[in-house]
């Protein structure tokens, strides 16, 4: 492929991540807002906030067979109307269920975008090159987030939170347009047009039940029992949709690729990683805003070292994993994000904590990150055959979809340790109770102990997602056997 193409497949994708990030830091320090303007209790709030992880990962698993069967540009484009037309949705919402089905509809739309975007870098991209432009790829999704941490309180204070939403309408209007005009298909699909729609149904339903569990168990021991059976429930449909698909002559989802350790380890230190990962920005405003004392505005200003090290480790982790192998870069990336936590436990145990100290820490873990996710997600994706890249980017969204709700529980259940469970919940969500209200007595020592907790947790998890990385040093060779 020639330079002119790579410049603008790359410049699309770059633009949709962009928007994807915006979208992700908005969002985030825009919940307590939107929650006090709706009214809206604890379960609404929940619903926000995994609404749009539901959208995303409800769908990550057909849009890869979808893309292997049709191709990827079409979808990706329809993909960007379908984000686009979930966050004006948001924006016009004027009450808490409109909201939550605004984010559902921007969730699906963003699973297009996020799976899809990496599938057609593959597909362009020369291998030699690919983790360098996965990482400008990554760089721009952080630059997004950068600059919605840094308007996310501007917007809010001057044009109230709707902005949040409708400011993205613009970004994905030209999105869509810049994309209709420079991207064409390049791949062929080599299969017959069949859709496995049995497991889609059981897959979707399972993926569901975990989730309803989920947050069930965050509403204290009284629901526990309510959750424990749900988890029950879906273990079974996962079995069932296990056994299916080795059945199935056009799975939804080719298990054989997970023959391939390249893949498949690949895949587990990503479920780690996530796990580890997810909620430590969540933790961070939280101890920021509620031990610290700081201001939204301010929160959002504090997270900019961990964007900015990322932005810099990101292109940096790309191009050395191109020159030097995935494996030294991702797992150095691993060992200065999972030590970064550990030193993040010990500073949060404690509310005098220096602030200079956390932004030093804020930064490292952004360093960490940032070097282990493009080389990663390079070494899943040619670790499989072309015609099956959809399907492989879709399960490793998936799987990250899944670690980060998984690791907002953990962090939950780790700060009741410490504190009220009722209390801790509350907290979580931003609803019902004040800074004032934590600072007040000893609840604020628990609160940042609970913290503290949350981040020991996390870092053991980074850290045990380094066995699987380092285990493909004798699986580097591209499987390509697989057939269809």
Not at 52 to 74: E, P, W
Not at 115 to 136: E, K, N, Q, V, Y
Not at 216 to 242: D, K, R, S
Not at 419 to 434: G, Q
């Amino acid at each position: 492929m020639d330079k002119r193409s790579i410049v603008h497949v790359v410049s699309v994708t770059t633009l949709v991540s962009f928007l994807t990030g915006v979208n992700a830091r908005l969002a985030l320090v825009g919940i307590p807002t939107i929650a006090q303007s709706l009214n809206a209790g604890i379960t609404t709030v929940v619903w926000i906030i995994q609404g749009y992880m539901l959208g995303s990962t409800f769908m990550q698993i057909l849009i890869g067979r979808l893309a292997d069967l049709y191709g990827r540009v079409k979808l990706f484009n329809i993909g960007i109307l379908v984000f686009t037309l979930g966050a004006l949705a948001a924006g016009l919402s004027t009450n808490s269920i409109e909201v939550i089905f605004s984010r559902i509809l921007q969730g699906v739309g963003a699973a297009f975008l996020m799976a899809l975007s990496i599938t057609i870098l593959t597909d362009h991209i020369p291998s030699t090159m690919l983790a360098t432009w996965l990482g400008i790829n990554q760089v721009a999704w952080r630059t997004g987030a950068l600059i919605g941490l840094t308007l996310s309180g501007f917007i809010i204070d001057y044009m109230g939170w709707h902005w949040l939403f409708l400011i993205q309408v613009p970004i994905g209007i030209t999105s869509y347009f810049w994309s209709r005009h420079t991207l064409r298909e390049i791949y062929k699909p080599i299969e017959k047009p069949v859709i496995d729609w049995r497991g889609f149904a059981i897959f979707t339903s399972s993926v569901t039940l975990i989730l309803i569990a989920l947050t069930f168990l965050t509403y204290g021991y009284g629901f526990i029992v309510v959750g424990e059976i749900f988890i029950a429930i879906a273990i079974l449909l996962i079995a069932i949709f296990t056994v299916i698909e080795l059945r199935e002559e056009n799975p939804l989802i080719d298990l054989r690729l997970f023959r391939i350790w390249q893949f498949t380890g690949g895949i587990m230190a990503q479920i780690f990683y996530s796990i580890a990962f997810g909620a430590s920005l969540t933790l961070l405003s939280i101890y920021l805003q509620l031990v610290k004392g700081l201001s939204a505005t301010s929160t959002g200003l504090a997270l900019l070292p961990f964007e900015l090290s990322f932005l810099i480790a990101g292109v940096a982790g790309g191009r050395l994993s191109d020159l030097y192998g995935y494996i030294p870069i991702t797992i150095a990336g691993l060992l200065t994000a999972g030590t970064s936590l550990y030193i993040l436990s010990e500073l949060s145990s404690l509310p005098e904590t220096s602030i200079t100290m956390l932004l030093i820490a804020i930064a490292v873990l952004g360093i960490g990150a940032g070097l282990f996710t493009a080389p990663n997600t390079s070494s899943i994706m040619v670790s499989v055959p072309p015609h099956r890249r959809g399907i492989a980017s879709s399960i490793r969204t998936l799987t990250f979809n899944i670690g980060f709700m998984i690791s907002l529980n953990i962090a939950i259940l780790a700060m009741s340790m410490h504190i009220p469970y009722e209390i801790a919940s509350k907290i979580f969500t931003y609803i019902d109770i004040s800074t004032q209200q934590i600072q007040t007595g000893y609840i604020v020592n628990e609160l940042a102990h609970g913290i503290s907790t949350a981040f020991k947790i996390q870092s053991i998890l980074m850290f045990i997602a380094i066995p699987f990385s380092l285990s493909r040093i004798k699986h580097r060779h591209i499987n390509q056997d697989l057939r269809a």
